[in-house]
């Protein structure tokens, strides 16, 4: 019961990320459909990954987590959400725009 | 100290550990379990076990009780980990100029408070993967260092590469 609402409210934060990937990919897409480009495959592996890494992690967390004690569980799930807040950023920020576009010649 | 030389060679603390003052000092252990003897089975295992931990951890070669191979092993797993907590700290502080720059004003507030505590929570990860691995790997020393090791792959700052450096 306690473990529910431990996974429960770590997973309000991961919800947040797979939402805040959603509208990554859907802002993505508007670019690229208003750009008349494509996406390289790295910029295909990056919006989706930025949605599914989050959904990943935290199946990973409770499946490691749920023989554990509700603190190494908490600490398992917490651990999960800095590697995604570490991945959500390497794919936002560490990803030049140059690279996920196919811009051709325009690059 | 007797000898101002010998004081390079130890660690801070080393006397008070052989002296038995430290906190995973065997006597005091002892100590504690003998109040009861119920109790003074399970403390025997553990104070064992203990030990050997201490051993592989911090190994100072006047204290090491251990045989002479499995002193040397854990000296190399201390450089070992020593580089990695190097390595970890750098990757921290990459982390920490990437938050500082604090890179994007979302117009949302609450988007934008997210996505900065975002950039504070990786700044911790990197202390907290550390501290993981070795919680991991505590009683396998290979364990330890796959952990380290593939942490600190997930945990390389990209955006200080490409963006913030």
Redesign the interface.
Same mark, same amino acid.
């Given at each position: 019961m306690i473990k529910s609402i431990i996974a429960g409210s770590f997973g309000l934060f991961f919800a947040?990320?797979v939402w805040?990937g959603i509208g990554n990919f859907l802002g993505i897409q508007n670019q690229r459909l208003q750009l008349g480009l494509d996406l390289t495959v790295l910029g295909w592996f990056v919006i989706l990954l930025d949605v599914f890494a989050p959904i990943l992690l935290f199946v990973a967390a409770i499946l490691v987590g749920r023989k554990l004690s509700r603190w190494a569980f908490a /600490?398992v799930l @917490?651990?999960a959400?800095?590697?995604v807040? $570490?991945?959500?950023?390497?794919l $936002? @920020? /560490? $990803?030049?725009v140059s690279a996920m576009f196919a811009t051709g010649a325009a690059s | 100290m007797d000898n101002t030389d010998d004081e390079a060679l130890n660690w801070a603390g080393d006397e008070a550990r052989q002296r038995g003052g430290g906190t995973w000092s065997v006597p005091k252990r002892r100590e504690g379990a003998s109040l009861s003897p119920s109790s003074d089975k399970v403390a025997v295992p553990e104070l064992v076990e203990g030990v050997k931990l201490t051993d592989q951890v911090v190994s100072t070669p006047s204290t090491g009780s251990g045989t002479a191979g499995s002193g040397a092993a854990s000296s190399v797993a201390l450089v070992v980990t020593g580089i990695f907590a190097g390595i970890y700290l750098l990757f921290t502080v990459a +982390?920490l100029i990437?938050a500082l720059r604090d890179?994007?004003q979302i117009a949302d507030p609450l988007?934008n408070a997210?996505f900065i #505590?975002? !950039?504070w !929570?990786?700044v #911790? #990860?990197g202390p #907290?993967?550390f501290a993981?691995s070795l919680m991991a790997g505590r009683s396998r020393l290979w364990v330890r260092f796959v952990c380290l090791f593939a942490g600190a792959l997930?945990?390389?700052? +990209?955006?200080y590469?490409? +963006?913030?450096g």
């Open positions: 947040w990320n805040a /600490g @917490l651990l959400l800095l590697l807040a $570490v991945i959500n950023l390497d $936002v @920020l /560490g $990803v030049p | +982390w990437t890179p994007i988007g997210m #505590a975002g !950039l !929570l990786a #911790a #990860a #907290a993967v993981a997930v945990l390389i700052p +990209w955006p590469f490409t +963006w913030a």
